[in-house]
């Protein structure tokens, strides 16, 4: 059924961690938790009978990692959803989430109302990353980083090709290239990652 709730598993080896999220979870109407799992091994055991719609798993875990996990659950369903919930969000634990199939990363400090939002947006197949980690890939020219901060800094399209001495189609057209590049889907999510980059000390 469509309006079923979305079956989460989680995998996390700290109990007290687990069953926040897991209170978490369930008091959302549209989530609802199927399984719970503290290790690598005991997640493969479990998941060919739970099968959840999105699997939150931590990185690090006693017997291997988060990414051992994911990689056996793309064994039993190449399909299945995927979030990582870690207290670290370094450049090696995104690349390796990404690159092991995961859908986004989210911060166990994240707020609840964000962990489920994460969750939900996965599930819809959405992809949720670091803002102010996923732009320094080497997809953007100079000039793209440059309608980036104009975008940070509350700028229109018009005011943008202004400023640069473009085409606002062109400016238009370059917007939906940048969001596709970062892996965002609105130009408020790119001021968003703009301002928390201007707070981390970051300078173009």
Do not use: C
């Not at 961690?17 to 690598?40: C, F, K, N, P, Q």
């Not at 005991?42 to 990689?71: F, K, S």
């Not at 109302?113 to 080497?138: F, K, Q, T």
């Not at 640069?164 to 969001?179: D, H, M, P, S, Y």
């Amino acid at each position: 059924m469509d309006d079923a709730p979305i079956g989460v598993m989680l995998v996390d080896d700290f109990e007290v961690v687990r069953r926040g999220i897991a209170t978490v979870v369930a008091a959302d109407a549209r989530l609802r938790v199927v399984g719970e799992s503290a290790s690598v091994a005991e997640t493969a055991r479990r998941l060919p009978a739970i099968r959840p719609d999105v699997l939150v798993v931590d990185l690090q875990l006693p017997d291997g990692t988060g990414i051992d996990v994911m990689r056996a659950a793309r064994a039993v369903d190449p399909d299945m959803r995927m979030l990582v919930l870690t207290s670290f969000d370094d450049d090696p634990a995104v690349h390796e989430s990404r690159a092991a199939g995961a859908a986004g990363l989210v911060l166990k400090s994240a707020r609840a109302a964000d962990i489920v939002g994460a969750i939900l947006a996965v599930h819809r197949g959405e992809s949720i990353w670091p803002e102010d980690r996923v732009a320094d890939g080497p997809e953007l020219s100079a000039s793209d980083q440059r309608i980036v901060e104009l975008i940070g800094d509350g700028h229109s399209n018009r005011e943008i090709a202004e400023e640069v001495g473009i085409a606002e189609k062109t400016v238009k057209n370059r917007v939906t290239v940048i969001l596709q590049a970062l892996g965002l889907q609105r130009r408020t999510q790119v001021a968003a990652m703009v301002a928390a980059r201007r707070r981390a000390g970051w300078k173009p």
